[in-house]
């Protein structure tokens, strides 16, 4: 298998970097959005809220400081002006969310160009042996189409690979940007009733 992979010339090098760094960014991320699995406990801190129970709803949310539950902290931290804290707070974890994406994205765009660069490297190889030999070797011209071929099918398997990971990442983002911004207006309305009663 890492014979045939080598088989691909030079160009193989750069998109076995490629897979490698895509590989690590979609296991990191799988594993960091995980643990956001936190909708239960942001609804028994608003509940502890509305409650007037302040110290049990930051009590709730010990070493759960990922995400939502991060926001919250923030805006139970600074009652006076929770809005522009959680605010904040949620844009420093929406780019915290968004780690690695930017990498994953030009993988994507990178890679086939890649691929297609090992095609023409591979196809102008053939036709200099061509060129040199004649017809005479059939197998050094077909090593140089099979070269490109490689390349090709190589780079357009790690887009692919990249490609799937990469929107569920995005919607996932998409999703918890929701949750954040819900769960966060829900907070600041039960601090700003506490505050106008008292």
Not at 68 to 84: A, D, E, F, T, W
Request: charged content about 15%.
């Amino acid at each position: 298998m890492l014979e045939r992979i080598l088989s691909g010339g030079w160009i193989m090098l750069p998109l076995m970097l490629c897979s490698i760094v895509s590989v690590t960014i979609i296991i990191e991320r799988f594993l960091f959005f995980r643990r956001m699995n936190v909708r239960i406990s942001a609804n028994q801190v608003l509940s502890l809220v509305e409650g007037r129970q302040f110290d049990e709803a930051l009590n709730s949310m010990q070493n759960k400081e990922i995400g939502i539950m991060k926001v919250l902290r923030v805006g139970l931290n600074h009652q006076r002006h929770p809005g522009k804290a959680m605010e904040t707070a949620g844009l420093a974890e929406i780019s915290a969310m968004r780690r690695g994406l930017p990498a994953q994205d030009t993988i994507i765009t990178l890679s086939p160009l890649l691929g297609l660069l090992g095609t023409i490297v591979g196809m102008i190889g053939s036709f200099q042996i061509m060129a040199t030999s004649g017809l005479g070797q059939p197998h050094a011209v077909t090593g140089g189409v099979g070269e490109a071929l490689i390349a090709t099918a190589a780079g357009i398997t790690v887009a692919v690979i990249t490609l799937i990971p990469y929107n569920y990442f995005l919607a996932r983002i998409e999703r918890e940007t929701e949750i954040i911004e819900q769960y966060a207006t829900r907070l600041e309305y039960a601090l700003q009733d506490f505050m106008q009663e008292g």
